[in-house]
């Protein structure tokens, strides 16, 4: 088992930054990919980011553009999502999840946390 708990998200005015952070406990995340996804209310889930947690690969979604990035912190058991030049549209519940590497599907998520950009 693995849980995973966002913090971080808040009311934001576009143009300014967040850091989400995921905090996981559990099982080890060697051997995992942690993901950041997103839902807007009306919208299906997107993804954000990805970041290898052994080795440190990272990936993101087409539309981050350099805007957003995914780290980890090794002893903290933890990974941020730096959100800068927040835009309107990135308004959205953000998701932390967990995958196996060579897996398909994330098994393990959090509860989510809110991220408000107003315009």
């Known amino acids: 088992q693995v849980q995973l708990v966002e913090s971080g998200g808040g009311l934001v005015q576009a143009g300014g930054s967040l850091r989400l952070s995921c905090a996981a406990s559990?099982?080890?995340?060697?051997?995992?990919?942690m993901g950041w996804f997103r839902q807007a209310p009306g919208k299906e889930r997107e993804f954000v980011a990805a970041i290898v947690w052994n080795g440190g690969n990272t990936y993101y979604g087409d539309f981050v553009k350099g805007r957003f990035t995914i780290s980890k912190d090794n002893a903290k058991n933890t990974v941020y999502l730096q959100m800068n030049s927040l835009k309107s549209e990135d308004t959205a519940t953000y998701y932390c999840?967990?995958?196996?590497?060579?897996?398909?599907?994330?098994?393990?998520w959090g509860q989510g946390t809110q991220v408000t950009v107003s315009s």
């Open positions: 999840a967990r995958r196996r590497i060579g897996g398909y599907e994330y098994d393990y």
């Open positions: 559990g099982r080890t995340l060697s051997s995992s990919v």
